[in-house]
């Protein structure tokens, strides 16, 4: 299931292009749950790109520095060894 959230959202449609209207303050949240496929491939020469699929199809990309990717998975080794969630 992929839930989508737009704030302060107004774009303008017009003989089939999309134009940002109003301010530029529009934020976005995205939640993804039952994902059935995760992977991680390169994406460009600095970057590792996450991919995440639910059920349905709907995808989520996130492109990470080889840094940022460290820190994820330091924190996912240390949930394995204190959490509950890994027993």
Not at 20 to 45: C, L, Q, Y
Not at 60 to 69: E, G, K, T, W, Y
């Amino acid at each position: 299931m992929l839930a989508l959230t737009l704030e302060d959202f107004m774009v303008e449609v017009n003989d089939g292009s999309i134009k940002n209207v109003g301010p530029t303050n529009k934020s976005a949240e995205v939640k993804m749950f039952d994902v059935e496929t995760a992977e991680a491939r390169e994406f460009g020469d600095k970057r590792v790109k996450l991919v995440f699929e639910d059920e349905d199809g709907s995808e989520i990309q996130v492109s990470l520095f080889p840094d940022d990717v460290r820190k994820l998975v330091d924190d996912i080794e240390t949930m394995e060894e204190e959490s509950p969630v890994f027993e």
